[in-house]
């Protein structure tokens, strides 16, 4: 049914970028380019040339040369959308853009609806409906950290793990169906209490990618990052230098940020949900202790923790006991107060952590670019990764993880009352089905129709 119309659209941003790409795909895309782009090479036709090879030249209207193109052509089946797809580079903005996808119109393609390239991969069997959504999700990533994680669903990492839990309920579905034909030679004797053990895990493995669900809303904000020291390091001067205003109460009188405060800063394109903490250090002061506490729980969960030095004094027990507790995690030091006469010696911090060290006054701003500098290099070359947790973020994934759930609470609750094992298997099965619907192994068209319609225009 798809096949017998060609679509096409601008697949780049709406925005005057150097380079826009107009993508044709379908039974046509070749015969389509051909009747608009003028290879400078008069010989290379989109008809004759070999898949996934390129030629330069123009894009004419009549005889006028609209702008210059290097055209792009993928055969069938082995491109995005599995049919064949002609790709056109051009140089102009978007009113040069749209000239031209208006002439691709005019030559007999369809203007593509939102996701209708994705659509296509998913119905021509290329990706499944998790991962589909997932391109939604990389055009829409805010930043590189909801980027990341949709592709990793993208490469189906979700799909793996549903993949695997259907396995499980599918097996024991066959295995109470297989006894009840033939008890002779399947036995169910045992079976209830072995069927609620993994019953259990598959809910906690539901739960967990649940929690990631709310964890997830927040970490696509950015990098969890906390800040720690000891009272007086200068924590809340080097928020307030992210932040680039007096946000946090900055006083020098040691253990006044006695909570924690938090805010998402954006360095470079790239974002910290960034934690300011209590000072480290022992205290008999209750109030204070709760903070001291609450600083340490910050540290294990964080993705990146700077670590906040005064280096106008020495090391003392509060920063050993700190250093001790950060010693695994993704760690930047921060000497602070470079501007003050240095009494740290540096050597001290390097035998107990593995961490960058940075020479930064957090009240005159000197250093700031090379801690910047530092955080991007790590993030790019991956030394800054987040969780290695599975995150869903997609809200139709998460309704269905809860019906799953619920559907493998009653069956538990079958067991419990000791109820026959055909009743297991109804809403066993309901499970697999709702578990299918994420991966659109049982999807209906009207699902899939919904989720496509979703996506941008072009993609
Ligand atoms: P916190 O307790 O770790 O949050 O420390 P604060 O940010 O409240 O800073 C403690 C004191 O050190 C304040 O008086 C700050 O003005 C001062 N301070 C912070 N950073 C610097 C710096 O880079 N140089 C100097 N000279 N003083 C600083």
């Not at 391109?135 to 994680?149: G, L, Y």
């Not at 697999?432 to 319609?453: C, N, P, S, V």
Request: with cysteine.
């Amino acid at each position: 049914m798809f096949k017998e119309d060609t679509i096409a659209a601008i697949t780049t941003g709406m925005s005057n970028a150097g380079v826009g790409i107009i993508r044709i795909s379908g039974d046509r895309a070749c015969e389509i380019t051909d009747m608009l782009f003028r290879a400078a090479n008069k010989n290379k036709k989109a008809v004759n040339m070999k898949s996934y090879t390129a030629a330069f030249g123009g894009v004419y209207e009549d005889d006028r040369m609209i702008d210059e193109a290097i055209l792009l052509v993928m055969k069938a089946p082995h491109t995005y959308t599995c049919e064949d797809v002609c790709e056109l580079q051009c140089h102009g903005g978007i009113v040069v853009l749209r000239k031209i996808l208006d002439l691709v119109i005019k030559c007999g393609a369809r203007a593509a609806e939102p996701g209708e390239f994705t659509k296509r991969a998913f119905l021509g069997g290329r990706i499944d409906l998790s991962q589909a959504e997932s391109v939604m999700d990389i055009i829409n990533a805010k930043n590189d950290f909801a980027a990341r994680t949709s592709v990793e669903q993208l490469q189906g990492r979700l799909r793996d793990k549903i993949i695997d839990m259907r396995e499980q309920i599918l097996y024991n579905v066959a295995f109470i169906e297989s006894a009840l034909d033939d008890p002779e030679h399947y036995s169910l004797d045992g079976f209830p209490q072995k069927l609620e053990i993994i019953v259990d895990n598959l809910v906690d493995s539901v739960d967990n990618l649940l929690t990631t669900f709310d964890n997830g809303k927040v970490l696509s904000e950015g990098i969890n990052t906390v800040i720690v020291g000891k009272p007086n390091a200068g924590k809340s001067s080097l928020m307030n230098m992210f932040v680039g205003e007096e946000r946090a109460i900055v006083t020098d009188m040691a253990g006044t940020t006695r909570d924690t405060l938090s805010e998402v800063i954006n360095v470079r394109g790239i974002t910290l949900n960034i934690v300011d903490t209590a000072g480290i250090r022992d205290t008999d002061d209750v109030v204070e202790k709760i903070g001291v506490d609450k600083a340490l729980e910050s540290v294990d969960k964080a993705d990146l923790v700077l670590y906040v030095v005064d280096s106008s004094i020495d090391l003392d027990e509060n920063d050993h006991r700190i250093m001790s507790r950060i010693q695994d995690k993704n760690v930047v030091v921060i000497l602070n107060k470079s501007d003050l006469e240095k009494k740290i010696d540096e050597s001290n911090i390097k035998k107990y952590i593995d961490a960058d060290i940075i020479q930064l006054s957090a009240l005159t701003g000197d250093g700031s670019e090379e801690l910047y500098e530092l955080l991007n290099r790590m993030f790019f070359e991956g030394t800054l990764t987040y969780n290695d947790q599975l995150y869903i973020t997609n809200t139709r994934h998460k309704n269905e993880l809860v019906c799953t759930k619920n559907a493998l609470l009653k069956v538990k609750e079958s067991i419990d009352m000791g109820m026959e094992e055909d009743f297991f298997s109804i809403d066993l099965m309901d499970a697999y089905e709702h578990l299918g619907l994420i991966i659109g192994e049982t999807a209906r068209d009207d699902l899939a129709d919904k989720i496509f319609k979703e996506f941008c225009m072009g993609k």
